[in-house]
């Protein structure tokens, strides 16, 4: 281990990468230190506790809602409005054409996806005020009009510079930037965990905390068996005489991976989760049938069990949603066909591409499961232990390890690269 750090430290482009990287975390969680004025903090952390869809929001936001930071929003409107365009993407002609046409597009759509985030934040952030407004806390003792404007653009701001910090992370490719800033945003919170745990220990909480510990071990466990599982298609290539010359002939692999889309599912059903709820804040004031909805829908995501059920499907969901914005069978098929490359037993052309997707439907529904089950099971002890110290665990270790093994890789890839030119 420690010559690979070594390695790492003599690698002069990796070693610069990797300190801008732990800089711009640094200055993040700088960020996430500065209060917007006028919050009452005690109330507001005594609020958070009791509320567990906010707890979450307050987690992956890396503690940024606990302390009201200028950052309070995280990334979660950027994350939200990037779902809506790959959604979009699929039913908007123009805009999946300007994803055909490759890097420009994908820079237009990129585009789209920053300029969106301003109004997403604005909405959200207004809806976040509502919420701890209405909640009997005394959190925003004196609102005013003047108060919405300030926080509003004070939290916007916040966000677009998080959005900015993480582009600029995953320009250095060691890690892609929001993903690193939800990861940065979790390892924060573990060392106060951590001391509260043991300042709380008791004996007859002995039971639990083991619990706690063989589950994290699992699903530390689980989560590298699932990433690093792949099923490899064997690849015959045709021979080809050029000339006098012969090419091909040989046999490879084509990797299929059992958990394609990452965590990338657990980032969007947590954003998806908490934007109706936030959205319903607006309106729980209102004396008619609008109100008595809104005031439904709040209760219907306050029931842990319905929050459960919801939050197991969208993860589920959004697993073969972004598998199938990621994975074409159709391109692999064609690819495979022009280098004169065929799967054992299955023609070549709209035969393989069934194939490969009859395959990777199997294993993106393993994956799925997992990753849904590693989100709800947490909350699944919880009601059974009846304590809250485990409601965030499994899909915070879900995150960290996911987004550790993907650090890991892009630096190797990066070592890989640099022996090949040095050679």
Known sequence: MWEKIQRIWHIKDLRSSILFVLAMLVLFRVAAHIPVPGVNSAALQQFLAGNEILGLLNIFSGGTLENFSVVMLGVAPYITASIIFQLLQMVVPQLEELANEGESGQQKIQMYTR???????LLQSFGLIQLLRQSQANILPDVTMWTYITIMLTTTAGTVFLMWIGELITEKRVGNGI?????????????????????????????????????????????????????????????????????????????????????????????????????A????????????????????????????????????????????VVFKPQKMAENLQRQGGFIPGIRPGKETEKYLGRVMSRLVFTGATFLALIAVLPFILQAFTGTQALAMGGTSLLIVVSVAIDITKQIEAKMTLHEYDKA
Do not use: C
Not at 115 to 121: F, G, H, I, K, M
Not at 216 to 237: D, H, L, M, W
Not at 294 to 315: E, L
């Open 115 to 121: 300029l969106s985030t301003v109004p997403l934040a």
């Open 281 to 324: 804040q607006f309106f729980v004031n209102n004396t008619g049938l609008l109100g008595s909805v809104a005031r439904g829908i709040v209760q219907m995501f306050q029931n842990q069990t319905f929050y459960s059920i919801v939050y197991f499907v969208f993860v589920f969901g959004f697993t073969y949603f972004y598998t199938a």
């Open 179 to 279: 993903s690193l800033l939800i990861f940065a945003g979790i390892i924060s919170a573990l060392p106060q965990a951590v001391q509260t745990a043991a300042l709380n220990y008791n004996p007859s909480d002995l039971y639990t905390y083991m619990l706690f510990i063989a589950i994290s071990i699992a699903t530390v466990i689980g989560v590298v068996v699932i990433n690093e599982g792949q099923r490899n298609i064997p690849v015959n290539y045709a021979k080809r005489l050029i000339g006098t010359k012969t090419f091909g002939g040989s046999t490879s692999y084509l990797p299929l991976r059992v958990n394609t889309a990452g965590v990338i599912p657990i980032i969007f059903a947590i954003s998806i989760v908490l934007f109706p709820s936030m959205i």
